[in-house]
């Protein structure tokens, strides 16, 4: 058998080390220290933002950022249907109500006339939607611009999920920076990793202070230790935030080899009868965090993303269908949801495919192979 090609996998440069050597030796392996201070600043460097705190998850990053936002138990949260679960579980933390909106088939992410038709019909229910979720999926931009004058006539805020958006931009500016809390993931399997982390930014330098205190357990200032609020550990290991550090160094790197996979899959097969690549619109720039293709059988000879995920999957090769709906899942079918049919369409014909920027080009060729030869191209 030959070696597996994974998906997404960790890549390092080797930089790390040296941070992480630094955390040893000066022993501050401990959440918190000097690599998590110059993480946050190199981030917000790189993002062009105001302020960041760095956490440990993603997913923690977002129960914060609804924290921060006053969202209560009772309370509704918009968000994107066609997205990760954890996307969606921070809402339900707070006892919240997802409110489940369905995709544009430009962007795949957030369709804002459904936005704007959910927002209307919770209104006339009486309920004010606290807040809204938008996803930056598989690192391409929503229509964030429009999103966003949507969210601001009914003066209500809005959290950017931009953990598979690092890099990604709209007009130059990057993902993560347009809502007022953006939040990121640092999972091994995203566009930079370390290990496991993430973080919220934002220029309300309140709202990221506000962030950092309730992830260091709420302390009062105080001699001794003092709560009047609910607390979390939710800090970034001064260890982990040197691989961050290392990692950063080398992201514009990892940005344009992941983008030149695209290419490479898109040059290859964007011709092919049934196979369909996702562009990009006008303004946006994506990370290309992982390549997706939809597979129509009509125009494949009856070939279904199912059908490739199998043959390669028997060539020791990694592919994964698309994220399935939210509204769809058996713990959120339940949540009252804004449909058009978009993403359950794009779960049925879509597959990722193996998107790393540590595959090399013999890699990526037999990739190519095993994919042409399923297709009988
Ligand atoms: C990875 C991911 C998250 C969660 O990040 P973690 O760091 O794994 O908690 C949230 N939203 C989306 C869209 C993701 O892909």
């Not at 955390?23 to 933002?49: C, K, Q």
């Not at 969606?88 to 919240?96: H, T, V």
């Not at 229910?125 to 809204?132: Q, V």
């Amino acid at each position: 058998m030959e070696k597996r090609i994974w998906l997404s996998s960790p890549h390092m440069s080797g930089g790390e080390i040296k941070y992480v050597n630094e955390a040893f030796e000066s022993n501050w392996v401990a959440p918190l220290g000097p690599n998590v201070d110059n993480f946050e600043l190199e981030l917000g460097r790189f993002l062009s933002v105001k302020s960041v705190t760095a956490l440990s998850s993603g997913t923690s990053a977002i129960h914060l950022a609804l924290i921060i936002l006053g969202v209560k138990p009772g309370d509704e949260v918009i968000a994107s249907s066609f997205t990760f679960s954890a996307t969606i579980n921070p809402i339900a933390y707070l006892g919240a109500t997802p409110i489940l909106i369905d995709s544009e088939e430009e962007s795949w992410n957030m369709s804002p006339e459904l936005l704007e038709k959910a927002i209307i019909d919770r209104l006339s229910k009486g309920k004010k939607p606290r807040s809204i979720i938008v996803v930056h999926l598989y690192g391409m931009p929503s229509k964030i611009i429009e999103l966003l004058s949507i969210a601001k006539k009914y003066e209500i805020p809005v959290i950017e999920d931009a953990a598979e958006a690092l890099g990604s931009k709209v007009g130059g500016k990057s993902c993560g920076t347009f809502g007022e809390i953006g939040i990121l993931s640092f999972n091994g399997n995203k566009i930079i990793t370390t290990s496991g982390g993430g973080a919220l930014v934002s220029d309300n330098i309140e709202y990221v202070n506000n962030a950092r205190f309730l992830a260091t357990q709420a302390r009062d200032k105080a001699p001794h230790y003092q709560h009047s609020q609910i607390g979390y550990n939710y800090r970034m290991s001064n260890v982990l935030a040197g691989i961050g550090r290392g990692q950063l160094e080398i992201i514009e790197e990892r940005i344009a080899k992941r983008r030149s996979i695209f290419d490479f899959y898109n040059k290859n097969l964007g011709q092919a009868n049934g196979i369909s690549f996702l562009p990009e619109k006008s303004s946006a720039f994506s990370n290309r965090w992982l390549t997706t293709i939809l597979v129509d059988p009509s125009r494949t000879r009856g070939i279904s993303c199912e059908d490739i995920h199998k043959a390669l999957e028997a060539e020791n090769i990694e592919t994964r269908p698309l994220w399935k709906p939210m509204h769809l899942q058996p713990i959120f079918e339940n949540c009252p949801s804004y449909t058009n049919g978009v993403s359950e369409r794009l779960f049925n014909l879509g597959l990722c495919l193996p998107s790393g920027s540590n595959m090399s080009d013999e890699e990526l060729d037999r990739i190519l192979f095993h994919l042409k030869k399923v297709l009988s191209l």
